[in-house]
C-alpha cells in the first residue's frame, strides 16, 4: 500500500504510466512546485522529481541478478572506504529491489554520474517515486518521512560531497546533440510522448533493448537527435543491452545526428512500418 507523503518540496511532472518516459513537451524541465499530486495520480501518471531542481542528489543502488550487479553492496563498501552515510533519510525501494537513497544537493556542484558498476549518481535528470510503477511494479518509501509527512533530507558528508564532485577522466566530456541541420530531418516535433505513441519502432527499440541490432540502434538514435533530451534517452534505453558501453553509446548517438531519420528508411529495416497511416500518409 502506498504510504502518503508530502512532496510538494520537490519539483514534479508526470511520466506516462508504467514507464519514465515525460508525459509532458519538455521533460523535467516543466517540472513543478506544489503540484496536484493527487490530481496526476488519479489521470494515471507516473510521478517524477527533477532532482536539481528539488535540491536533491540521489544515489541509486540498482539490483540486476542476472547482470550479477549489486549496487546496495557496492554503497556499502564505499563506506568502508568513505564514512558511513547518514541514516533515517528518505529511501525508495525500486522495481527491481534496488534503492534510491535521498540527500541534500548542497555542495555539490559536478558531480561523477556513477560510482560503482550499478550504483549511478542522480543530479542533472530526474528520477520516479512512489507510487509510480515501471512494468506493473511499483516504487515503494521504506523510511525518511517525518511526522507531518514531509521527507527527511539528510546532509552528505564532506568526504562523500568531495567524492561525488570528483571528475571523471574517462566522461569527463559531455557530448552535445549534433544541430547540423544540413543533415537532420525530424520525423515528429514535439516531446518523446508523441514519438512513442506514434512510432512502432521506438515502441520495439525499448522493449527487445537487449537484443537490439546495429542498424535499429542507429535508426534508434537519429530519431532521438530529434529531441532535445534525446541524449539522456538514448543512453538510458541502450543500458539493458549485455555490451552496453556508455562511452560508445554517447558516441554513436553524435554520429547518428548527422543523418536524417524518416519514415521510409526506417521502413527499410523494420517490417512495421507496413502497417504504419503516417508512413502510408506522408510516403517519406
Same mark, same amino acid.
Given at each position: 500500500?502506498?504510504?502518503?507523503? @508530502?512532496?510538494?518540496?520537490?519539483?514534479?511532472?508526470?511520466?506516462? +504510466? !508504467?514507464?519514465?518516459?515525460?508525459?509532458?513537451?519538455?521533460?523535467?524541465?516543466?517540472?513543478?512546485? @506544489?503540484?496536484?499530486?493527487?490530481?496526476?495520480?488519479?489521470?494515471?501518471?507516473?510521478?517524477?522529481?527533477?532532482?536539481?531542481?528539488?535540491?536533491?542528489?540521489? =544515489?541509486?543502488?540498482?539490483?540486476?541478478?542476472?547482470? #550479477?550487479?549489486? #549496487?546496495?553492496?557496492?554503497?556499502?563498501?564505499?563506506?568502508?572506504?568513505?564514512?558511513? =552515510?547518514?541514516?533515517?533519510?528518505?529511501?525508495?525501494?525500486?522495481?527491481?529491489?534496488?534503492?534510491?537513497?535521498?540527500?541534500?544537493?548542497?555542495?555539490?556542484? @559536478?558531480?561523477?554520474?556513477? %560510482?560503482?558498476?550499478?550504483?549511478?549518481?542522480?543530479?542533472?535528470?530526474?528520477?520516479?517515486?512512489?507510487?509510480?510503477?515501471?512494468?506493473?511494479?511499483?516504487?515503494?518509501?521504506?523510511?525518511?518521512?517525518?511526522?507531518?509527512?514531509?521527507?527527511? %533530507?539528510?546532509?552528505?558528508?564532506? %568526504?562523500?560531497?568531495?567524492?561525488?564532485?570528483?571528475? @571523471?577522466?574517462?566522461?569527463? *566530456?559531455?557530448?552535445?546533440?549534433?544541430?547540423?541541420?544540413?543533415?537532420?530531418?525530424?520525423?515528429?516535433?514535439?516531446?518523446?510522448?508523441?514519438?512513442?505513441?506514434?512510432?512502432?519502432?521506438? +515502441?520495439?527499440?525499448?522493449?527487445?533493448?537487449?537484443?537490439?541490432?546495429?542498424?535499429?540502434?542507429?535508426?534508434?538514435?537519429?530519431?532521438?537527435?530529434?529531441?532535445?533530451?534525446?541524449?539522456?534517452?538514448?543512453?538510458?534505453?541502450?543500458?539493458?543491452?549485455?555490451?552496453?558501453?556508455?562511452?560508445?553509446?554517447?558516441?554513436?548517438?553524435? !554520429?547518428?545526428?548527422?543523418?536524417?531519420?524518416?519514415?521510409?528508411? %526506417?521502413?527499410?529495416?523494420?517490417?512495421?512500418?507496413?502497417?504504419? *497511416?503516417?508512413?502510408?500518409?506522408?510516403? *517519406?
Amino acid at each position: 500500500m502506498y504510504r502518503k507523503i @508530502n512532496i510538494q518540496r520537490f519539483a514534479v511532472f508526470p511520466c506516462i +504510466r !508504467n514507464l519514465k518516459i515525460p508525459a509532458v513537451r519538455n521533460g523535467f524541465k516543466d517540472a513543478k512546485f @506544489n503540484a496536484d499530486i493527487d490530481l496526476l495520480l488519479r489521470k494515471g501518471f507516473n510521478i517524477a522529481i527533477w532532482c536539481e531542481q528539488s535540491n536533491v542528489i540521489v =544515489l541509486d543502488a540498482d539490483i540486476d541478478e542476472e547482470k #550479477g550487479l549489486n #549496487g546496495i553492496a557496492e554503497l556499502q563498501e564505499l563506506e568502508k572506504k568513505l564514512c558511513p =552515510l547518514p541514516k533515517d533519510g528518505l529511501t525508495v525501494k525500486t522495481p527491481r529491489g534496488g534503492k534510491h537513497y535521498y540527500f541534500s544537493s548542497d555542495g555539490i556542484l @559536478n558531480p561523477i554520474g556513477k %560510482i560503482g558498476k550499478a550504483c549511478d549518481v542522480k543530479f542533472r535528470g530526474y528520477t520516479l517515486f512512489p507510487p509510480s510503477k515501471v512494468l506493473g511494479k511499483p516504487y515503494e518509501i521504506l523510511g525518511g518521512t517525518n511526522a507531518d509527512g514531509t521527507p527527511t %533530507i539528510k546532509t552528505l558528508p564532506k %568526504i562523500w560531497i568531495d567524492y561525488i564532485n570528483k571528475s @571523471n577522466s574517462k566522461s569527463g *566530456k559531455t557530448l552535445k546533440n549534433n544541430t547540423n541541420n544540413n543533415y537532420r530531418k525530424k520525423v515528429f516535433d514535439g516531446n518523446f510522448k508523441v514519438l512513442f505513441d506514434n512510432c512502432a519502432f521506438i +515502441r520495439m527499440c525499448i522493449t527487445e533493448a537487449k537484443t537490439l541490432k546495429e542498424p535499429e540502434w542507429h535508426h534508434f538514435a537519429r530519431l532521438l537527435n530529434s529531441l532535445s533530451n534525446g541524449l539522456a534517452l538514448f543512453d538510458y534505453y541502450s543500458q539493458p543491452y549485455p555490451k552496453y558501453n556508455k562511452e560508445e553509446t554517447l558516441r554513436k548517438f553524435k !554520429n547518428a545526428g548527422k543523418y536524417p531519420a524518416t519514415c521510409n528508411n %526506417i521502413a527499410k529495416i523494420f517490417a512495421g512500418c507496413k502497417t504504419c *497511416k503516417r508512413g502510408k500518409t506522408n510516403g *517519406k
